[in-house]
């Protein structure tokens, strides 16, 4: 599996972006998918995902912020973020959970840039 994230860059206080992480396989197969966020000098945190059930579940300091959505025609999956914050700037990485027979395997895309600054 091949994980394509994109849609990071620069943006003001308050401002949006849109992240899209495209897959070689389909999404849809998938138990699990999501974004993780890495701040430098920090470990990487969950910040949203499509939990095993097919929910979703967002870490506490989204608060409504972001929505995460997926185009299972499209093997794509996008992280819709607004009124970002300074603290948001971080490497934001997209992942999915393939199930091999019994095994399951996390694959991660490469990450893309946010960077929240006036």
């Known amino acids: 599996v091949q994980l394509q994230a994109s849609g990071g860059g620069l943006v003001q206080p308050g401002g949006s972006l849109r992240l899209s992480c495209a897959a070689s396989?389909?999404?849809?197969?998938?138990?699990?998918l999501g974004w993780h966020r890495q701040v430098a000098g920090k470990g990487r945190e969950l910040v949203a995902e499509f939990t095993r059930s097919g929910s979703t579940n967002y870490a506490d300091f989204v608060e409504g912020r972001f929505t995460i959505s997926r185009d299972n025609l499209k093997n794509i999956m996008s992280l819709q973020m607004n009124s970002l914050k300074p603290e948001d700037t971080a490497v934001y990485f997209c992942y999915v959970i393939q199930r091999r027979g019994v095994y399951e395997y996390v694959h991660w895309g490469q990450g893309t840039l946010v960077t929240v600054s006036s």
């Open positions: 396989g389909s999404i849809s197969s998938f138990p699990g």
